[in-house]
């Protein structure tokens, strides 16, 4: 069984940074793409990075590009984003994802409902950004 532990979050001013992390368990590490989406009250689901195992392509959602870096630790099985010059509309409940695909895209660059239904998706971790 797939399992992601999600951890990281919390109250950070404009501006400032955060790390979070995610640690997965119950597969082998390789050929998935693992990253982030994000989701506020009242609005879709974000796309907002991903990392791939085999080959290290990496997504990001141009409302984070230049400022989040997503990286991968194969031996500790985890994925890391962090965010720098985090602003208040990168306040989210933000979820670890893991799909067996040989691909980011589109899993994590489009809302797509129904393909998102599969993979593995783990606790939300809280970011609140103070203005």
């Known amino acids: 069984e797939v399992q992601l532990q999600a951890s990281g979050g919390g109250l950070v001013q404009a501006g400032g940074s955060l790390r979070l992390s995610c640690v997965a368990s119950?597969?082998?590490?390789?050929?998935?793409?693992i990253g982030w989406f994000r989701q506020t009250p009242g609005k879709e689901r974000e796309g907002v990075s991903c990392?791939?195992?085999?080959?290290?392509?990496?997504y990001y959602a141009d409302s984070v590009q230049g400022r989040f870096t997503i990286f991968s630790d194969h031996a500790k099985k985890s994925v890391y984003l962090q965010m720098n010059t985090v602003r208040p509309d990168d306040t989210a409940a933000y979820y670890c994802?893991?799909?067996?695909?040989?691909?980011?895209?589109?899993?994590?660059?489009?809302?797509?409902?129904?393909?998102?239904?599969?993979?593995?998706w783990g606790q939300g971790t809280q970011v609140t950004v103070s203005s």
């Open positions: 994802v893991v799909v067996e695909l040989r691909t980011c895209r589109p899993y994590f660059s489009d809302y797509i409902p129904e393909l998102q239904e599969f993979g593995s």
């Open positions: 119950g597969f082998i590490f390789d050929d998935w793409a």
């Open positions: 990392v791939h195992t085999s080959d290290g392509e990496i």
